[in-house]
């Protein structure tokens, strides 16, 4: 907000004129563009407006994105299934017992479980449009997505500790989900943001 209060006080009037008269033709009457460059001292005006055009255009990108990278980690989820006895193997000492490589294993397929739980309840809200039009949550799923699928990905090639799935669940499909979660309840029951 400085930074652009800044930005904003070193452009002349005039220039801000210059640089933003055409975007608004488009968007805004000629009165309406009158009563605008009147209150142009306000700096939130100009935000405002910069951030209602930017979030429509990043929108269109934030969404395939984010259904990319959610089913890139759901990928790697379904391949650490089929490869875990490299992990399990990893994880044991080599005198290990059928128990212990059987509680390794029940362990993964738990972890894989809620790995699918989880993708169930973000794809849902995603392919519902519950959480379409929430910016801050694309991005977070994008960010946590990708790191989890990487992760999870070098787990796989390089036969990492079994205790890596899980931390990858609880730090990247979790809290992901459980904010999925929270944008139901805003939505659905108390009504806090439209749908």
Not at 20 to 32: G, L, M, N, Q
Not at 42 to 54: A, D, E, V
Request: a neutral charge; glycine letters at 4%; aromatic letters at 18%.
């Amino acid at each position: 907000m400085l930074i652009i209060n800044i930005i904003i006080e070193n452009i002349s009037y005039t220039e801000i004129q210059e640089i933003y008269a055409p975007i608004f033709r488009t968007y805004f009457s000629f009165k309406k563009m009158r009563n605008f460059f009147e209150c142009i001292e306000h700096s939130y005006c100009i935000l405002r407006f910069i951030t209602i055009s930017m979030g429509r255009k990043y929108l269109n990108t934030l969404v395939p994105v984010r259904f990319l990278c959610t089913l890139a980690h759901l990928i790697c989820v379904w391949l650490l299934t089929y490869t875990k006895d490299a992990n399990i193997t990893s994880s044991l000492s080599l005198d290990y017992t059928q128990q212990q490589w059987n509680t390794i294993d029940t362990s993964i397929n738990w972890a894989a479980g809620l790995h699918f739980t989880c993708f169930t309840i973000e794809l849902l809200g995603l392919l519902t449009g519950i959480s379409l039009f929430k910016p801050a949550i694309h991005t977070f799923d994008i960010f946590a997505h990708f790191c989890g699928a990487l992760i999870l990905s070098w787990t796989i090639i390089n036969s990492w500790h079994y205790n890596y799935i899980w931390i990858v669940w609880g730090f990247f499909s979790l809290i992901p989900a459980l904010l999925e979660i929270v944008v139901f309840a805003s939505v659905g029951c108390f009504k806090v943001s439209e749908y």
